[in-house]
């Protein structure tokens, strides 16, 4: 059974930084592409940042610059360094392991997903 399990979150003033962590079990993790997503209230869940099995990454135009996503294949983990988070960046994040091999920037793509972290950045 796959399992992803993220860490990191918490409570951070504008302008700081968190390192999101995502550890998945049950699948051979170096063959699938990798996202992180997040959901604020009221909104719909967007694709913040995914890597896929070769490395290549995608970040969304509202965190380029600031979030970076990277993976370690041999811990089965990855990451989601966030920098210069605003208070737009508060959200629920979640991780998700994609469905087969290549890049996969749609939620259809991904077919398990971790529990959520909460992320929240006071003004």
């Known amino acids: 059974q796959v399992q992803l399990v993220e860490s990191g979150g918490g409570l951070v003033q504008a302008g700081g930084s968190l390192r999101l962590s995502c550890v998945a079990s049950?699948?051979?993790?170096?063959?699938?592409?990798l996202g992180w997503f997040r959901q604020a209230p009221g909104k719909a869940r967007e694709l913040v940042a995914q890597?896929?099995?070769?490395?290549?990454?995608y970040h969304a135009n509202s965190v380029k610059g600031r979030f970076t996503i990277s993976r370690d294949n041999a811990k089965n983990t990855v990451y989601l360094q966030m920098n210069s988070l605003k208070p737009e960046d508060t959200a629920v994040y979640y991780c998700?392991?994609?469905?087969?091999?290549?890049?996969?920037?749609?939620?259809?793509?991904?077919?398990?997903w971790g529990q959520g972290t909460q992320v929240t950045v006071s003004s």
């Open positions: 049950g699948r051979t993790f170096s063959n699938y592409p």
């Open positions: 998700a392991i994609g469905r087969g091999p290549g890049s996969a920037r749609f939620q259809i793509q991904y077919d398990y």
């Open positions: 890597i896929d099995n070769g490395g290549s990454t």
